[in-house]
């Protein structure tokens, strides 16, 4: 028995290949999912869609000695073609591939695809924005939970207001739409659920990839405190991030301490909560320059401001403005589970967090630097810092 597997395209007749079309024409057998078949009415047979079921046919069928299993797209570009040569190890199998959706989008709006990251968004989970930030061109396959409004809201929401954005509905159809734009220009707009779209970030740079440590010179500073950098290691070591974690960094001040974390794990999503004009300002500035736009910026007092906010995982406090109780019970209300790291300067500040935290582990941090005195150098002792940090 010879079994021929072959990606028609887009589901477009026209998009198939020419061995494609005379492999088709030979079949004995036409085996796939019913809206692909039904584009060869002359090969109507059992309509099957999963790749276990198709593979039952096959085994039905043994005495036919040519069937040919159709395919959306291109065999090697999520297609269930993997999974079925899986199943069909032991027969005569032969590919032929069709023309994917990037190969075919990518003519239509005259841009070549290798420099892309390929996600498939169709029908498994996916961190759009994650996937956005890793690169300068992301191309993502929608449908089911993610579809392509999702991911222009996503670019609104956190600020990513120089990407450019195409989206493809129905491609190789009579009725193909392809929508470009800014993702302002394209939020009001209503697409098929089951399109493609591509996502081009013209500011993205790989200066703007970090692996922690940044100097504290590197951010832009106003008379706002900030955390500096020995500290901001520490306290993100006791925070323990994982990947896809939602972040608070609460009185974030310049937002060092979440614009580093963000720009370490761009999976992350930080929410920097800051209630001063000139700090939310300063914040501003810091994730443009550090393109950390996986950090949103909530401006007001925590905790009121952190209601309408998603489940924290792990939360930072450097400041409370005297709601430490408060913030506390809110974090704890949206996740029991939520790992909590603050710092204090004060005595009074530690205090008060041993009577709200339970199981925590405090750390004492004392730094000295070195300061030129003529042609001595001199070290000048900073602040001692308590870091304290929930068990877990």
Same mark, same amino acid.
């Given at each position: 028995?010879? %079994?021929?597997?072959?990606?028609?395209?887009?589901?477009?007749?026209?998009?198939?290949?020419?061995?494609?079309?005379?492999?088709?024409?030979?079949? +004995?057998?036409?085996?796939g999912?019913k809206?692909?078949?039904?584009?060869?009415?002359?090969?109507?047979?059992?309509?099957?869609?999963?790749?276990?079921?198709?593979?039952?046919?096959?085994?039905?069928?043994?005495?036919?000695?040519?069937?040919?299993?159709?395919?959306?797209?291109?065999?090697?570009?999520?297609?269930?073609?993997?999974?079925?040569?899986?199943?069909?190890?032991?027969?005569?199998?032969?590919?032929?591939?069709?023309?994917?959706?990037?190969?075919?989008?990518?003519?239509?709006?005259?841009?070549?695809?290798?420099d892309?990251?390929?996600?498939?968004?169709?029908? #498994?989970?996916?961190?759009?924005?994650?996937?956005?930030?890793?690169?300068?061109?992301?191309?993502?396959?929608?449908?089911?939970s993610?579809?392509?409004?999702?991911?222009?809201d996503?670019?609104?929401?956190?600020?990513?207001?120089?990407?450019?954005v195409?989206?493809?509905?129905?491609?190789?159809?009579?009725?193909?739409?392809?929508?470009?734009?800014?993702?302002?220009?394209?939020?009001?707009?209503?697409?098929?659920?089951?399109?493609? #779209?591509?996502?081009?970030?013209?500011?993205?740079?790989?200066?703007?990839?970090?692996?922690?440590?940044?100097? =504290?010179?590197?951010?832009i500073?106003?008379?706002?405190?900030?955390?500096?950098?020995? %500290?901001?290691?520490?306290?993100?070591?006791?925070?323990?991030?994982?990947? =896809?974690d #939602?972040?608070?960094?609460?009185?974030?001040?310049?937002?060092?301490?979440?614009?580093?974390?963000?720009?370490?794990?761009?999976?992350?999503?930080?929410?920097?909560?800051?209630?001063?004009?000139?700090?939310?300002?300063?914040?501003?500035?810091?994730?443009?320059?550090?393109?950390?736009y +996986?950090?949103?910026?909530?401006?007001?007092?925590?905790?009121?401001?952190?209601e309408?906010?998603?489940?924290?995982?792990?939360?930072?406090?450097?400041?409370?403005?005297?709601?430490?109780?408060?913030?506390? $019970?809110?974090?704890?209300?949206?996740?029991?589970?939520?790992?909590?790291?603050?710092?204090?300067?004060?005595?009074?500040?530690?205090? $008060?967090?041993?009577? #709200?935290?339970?199981?925590?582990?405090?750390?004492?941090?004392?730094?000295?630097?070195?300061?030129?005195?003529?042609?001595?150098?001199?070290m000048?002792?900073?602040?001692?810092?308590?870091?304290?940090?929930?068990?877990?």
């Amino acid at each position: 028995m010879k %079994i021929t597997i072959v990606g028609i395209g887009m589901g477009n007749a026209g998009t198939l290949t020419l061995g494609g079309k005379e492999a088709i024409e030979n079949a +004995n057998l036409l085996v796939g999912a019913k809206r692909l078949i039904e584009i060869f009415p002359e090969k109507m047979s059992e309509p099957e869609i999963y790749s276990d079921k198709i593979f039952e046919i096959i085994k039905k069928n043994n005495e036919l000695d040519n069937i040919v299993v159709i395919m959306s797209g291109d065999t090697g570009f999520y297609s269930g073609a993997t999974k079925l040569l899986g199943l069909l190890k032991d027969y005569d199998v032969k590919v032929i591939p069709g023309i994917s959706s990037m190969q075919y989008m990518a003519s239509k709006i005259g841009r070549p695809w290798q420099d892309a990251k390929l996600v498939s968004a169709h029908g #498994v989970e996916c961190n759009i924005l994650a996937e956005i930030m890793k690169t300068k061109e992301t191309f993502f396959l929608t449908g089911g939970s993610v579809t392509p409004t999702d991911i222009i809201d996503e670019l609104n929401e956190f600020g990513l207001k120089d990407a450019y954005v195409y989206v493809g509905e129905r491609l190789s159809y009579e009725d193909e739409k392809i929508f470009k734009g800014t993702p302002q220009e394209l939020k009001v707009m209503t697409f098929a659920s089951l399109s493609v #779209v591509w996502v081009i970030r013209k500011d993205f740079s790989k200066e703007h990839k970090y692996r922690g440590g940044i100097s =504290d010179e590197a951010f832009i500073r106003g008379k706002v405190p900030m955390t500096k950098q020995e %500290i901001r290691s520490s306290i993100i070591a006791a925070l323990k991030v994982n990947d =896809d974690d #939602v972040i608070y960094d609460i009185g974030a001040g310049t937002g060092s301490v979440g614009i580093e974390i963000a720009t370490m794990n761009t999976s992350t999503k930080v929410y920097a909560i800051e209630t001063n004009p000139e700090g939310i300002e300063l914040i501003d500035k810091n994730r443009e320059k550090f393109s950390a736009y +996986n950090l949103k910026i909530v401006g007001g007092k925590a905790p009121l401001a952190m209601e309408n906010l998603p489940a924290p995982d792990r939360a930072f406090i450097g400041g409370s403005k005297g709601n430490l109780k408060e913030i506390v $019970e809110l974090l704890r209300t949206k996740n029991p589970d939520v790992k909590i790291v603050l710092s204090a300067i004060a005595l009074e500040t530690l205090n $008060e967090a041993m009577e #709200v935290l339970e199981d925590i582990d405090i750390t004492s941090i004392s730094i000295a630097k070195a300061k030129e005195i003529g042609k001595y150098h001199m070290m000048t002792g900073q602040n001692p810092i308590y870091i304290i940090s929930t068990r877990g």
